[in-house]
T-cell receptor, first 116, second 114 residues
Framework: AQKITQTQPGMFVQEKEAVTLDCTYDTSDQSYGLFWYKQPSSGEMIFLIY??????QNATEGRYSLNFQKARKSANLVISASQLGDSAMYFCAMRETHTGFQKLVFGTGTRLLVSP | DSGVTQTPKHLITATGQRVTLRCSPR?????VYWYQQSLDQGLQFLIQ???????AKGNILERFSAQQFPDLHSELNLSSLELGDSALYFC?????????????FGQGTRLTVV
């Protein structure tokens, strides 16, 4: 079974600084997808960024980038120039595919606090 | 706005009762997923429907059931509720196939069982 590990329960960063949120995964599949979601205090799950296992380049979406190291099975999220609104829970997830359909396996999350 | 609509947003009910959570997927998405987020279990996949048919089952209790209707909206039925069923229940939808078919989540239904 696939597994996602997020070892940082909480992270603190100062506004305008960059921060890296760690995510390691375990899978025997050759084809998989990795996702990051943001969950603010209001509760909704907001999709941030996606990395496919065969993508040669690291994914980027605005201030978000994914540091994908396939051999190490890590998919760390980098947030550049942190903003106060980035304070939230961040979840790493893996697409687990069975017969072409998918479900997401989530890590336990990292709570990010951005201070002024 | 993800395009996935969940109702109600909040629900408070007593133990032993039954509730129905409703989800309307994004336009064109055939797959609907239900997830449960609780403090002790984290985010857990419950069940997936694709175009009206059950496709995958996760850690869903026998007291829980779901269905997807011809108009693609889905309902999650929770019965004989227990205090431990208090959680945030998410519905997500996605298109078919591989690639960047990320799941878009609704805002969730926060269920409190008292």
């Amino acid at each position: 079974a696939q597994k996602i590990t997020q070892t940082q329960p909480g992270m603190f960063v100062q506004e305008k600084e960059a921060v890296t949120l760690d995510c390691t995964y375990d899978t025997s599949d050759q084809s998989y997808g990795l996702f990051w979601y943001k969950q603010p205090s209001s509760g909704e799950m907001i999709f941030l960024i996606y990395q496919g296992s065969y993508d040669e380049q690291n994914a980027t979406e605005g201030r978000y980038s994914l540091n994908f190291q396939k051999a190490r099975k890590s998919a760390n999220l980098v947030i550049s120039a942190s903003q106060l609104g980035d304070s939230a829970m961040y979840f790493c997830a893996m697409r687990e595919t069975h017969t072409g359909f998918q479900k997401l396996v989530f890590g336990t999350g990292t709570r990010l606090l951005v201070s002024p | 706005d993800s395009g996935v609509t969940q109702t109600p947003k909040h629900l408070i009910t007593a133990t032993g009762q039954r509730v129905t959570l409703r989800c309307s997927p994004r336009s064109g998405d055939l797959s609907v997923y239900w997830y449960q987020q609780s403090l002790d279990q984290g985010l857990q996949f419950l069940i997936q429907y694709y175009n009206g048919e059950e496709r995958a089952k996760g850690n869903i209790l026998e007291r829980f059931s779901a269905q997807q209707f011809p108009d693609l909206h889905s309902e999650l039925n929770l019965s004989s509720l227990e205090l431990g069923d208090s959680a945030l229940y998410f519905c997500a939808s996605s298109g078919e196939g591989g690639g960047k078919t990320e799941a878009f989540f609704g805002q969730g239904t926060r269920l409190t069982v008292v």
